[in-house]
């Protein structure tokens, strides 16, 4: 199946790299990137120099038997008039996240593709990342015991990134950039119905659309989950920490450094007070003795090219979608109640 990347910028050229290296890997893999269509006229030079055919228009994309599948990797805006008219052409479709600038947006496009009888799905890429499935085994094979705390964070000194990310019209703000990310990994983690939720945006840079954001989801089986988004940190936190009742699990940064340590007794009676500041405590002093063991990450890796497998598979009818309508709505759901969390500075009480 021929696959046309629409959009040659930073994730564009990602993905035609990803491929690329794929199918180099494996011959036998059964998508491949033969075009590109960007309305930079640099980008379609780079991409004709990178081997691939630069098509004019979109148009021309459409009227071509020979694409069976378009990856839209544009400015989030411009998504939904891509794949509408992509469906129409009877394309498979790859969308880059988020796909639309509303959960009605994203239905209208679901509705579109469903309605053309196409596979429709967004890169929801880390799913397959391997910290969160590092994590997520040690929540669901409960490693600390019960996790009742989660904390993830991604944390960069950069600010911003490009031009149209700091533009609210073209769907830019972190929320939108890494929020839907971190809240999509929390409700594959979590599977339980959001009991409340409370959300604050920053606008350190002054940009009209957020630079970063912290939300905090509280679940009806008990489970509090936060989440960092800052742009503006030049010390970094861990990227996720999970409290248990048996333990506590650090997963340091990407490089999945880190560590467990569990309890193995609760009272320890070898506990010494300590001077703290200009004080003296007990109830923060570290633990002493035996009474707890250190124990390294269980880390779970990703089987390389998942997505791309999946959605080849899929196409074949081979297989289901990994990232299903009803997952992505609910992303969508949870981000717009945030927004609302954010504006008014409320607590949003709704089951999503």
């Excluded at 893999?29 to 590109?36: A, C, K, L, S």
């Excluded at 640099?42 to 459409?62: D, F, Q, V």
Aim: proline residues 4%; contains cysteine.
């Amino acid at each position: 199946m021929n696959l046309v990347i629409i959009g040659y910028g930073g994730m564009g050229g990602y993905h035609a790299e990803c491929l690329k290296k794929y199918c180099e890997s494996k011959p036998e893999f059964p998508i491949r990137v033969t075009g590109v269509y960007d309305i930079d006229p640099e980008r379609s030079a780079l991409a004709e120099k990178n081997g691939y055919r630069a098509y004019k228009s979109a148009a021309e994309i459409w009227a071509d038997p020979s694409v069976g599948a378009v990856l839209v990797a544009t400015p989030n805006d411009i998504h939904a008039e891509y794949v509408k008219a992509a469906a129409k052409a009877g394309k498979n479709i790859i969308c880059e996240k988020p796909i639309g600038m509303s959960s009605r947006e994203a239905e209208e496009m679901y509705d579109a593709a469903e309605k053309a009888g196409v596979v429709f799905e967004v890169h929801q890429n880390r799913r397959w990342d391997d910290d969160f499935l590092t994590v997520k085994n040690i929540v669901d094979n409960g490693i600390v015991g019960s996790a009742y705390c989660i904390e993830s964070r991604v944390m960069g000194g950069n600010g911003i990134p490009g031009a149209w990310r700091k533009e609210k019209a073209h769907g830019g703000g972190m929320m939108l950039d890494w929020g839907v990310h971190l809240i999509d990994q929390m409700l594959m983690m979590i599977k339980s119905p959001v009991e409340s939720l409370y959300c604050e945006y920053s606008y350190i840079y002054g940009e009209e659309v957020d630079d970063g954001c912290s939300l905090t989801v509280n679940f009806e089986n008990g489970i509090k989950y936060r989440i960092v988004v800052a742009t503006d940190c030049f010390r970094n936190l861990p990227r996720w920490q999970v409290y248990g009742t048996e333990g506590t699990a650090t997963v340091t940064d990407w490089d999945l450094s880190g560590g467990i340590t569990r309890v193995l007794v609760r009272e320890d009676k070898e506990l010494k007070g300590i001077k703290a500041g200009n004080g003296f405590t007990r109830t923060m002093a570290p633990r002493i003795g035996n009474s707890v063991e250190e124990k390294p990450l269980p880390i779970v890796h990703a089987e390389p090219f998942a997505y791309y497998k999946n959605f080849a598979a899929a196409c074949a009818g081979k297989a289901e979608k990994a990232i299903r309508r009803e997952e992505v709505v609910r992303v969508y759901k949870l981000m717009e109640a945030a927004e609302r969390s954010a504006r008014d500075n409320a607590v949003i009480k709704e089951k999503i």
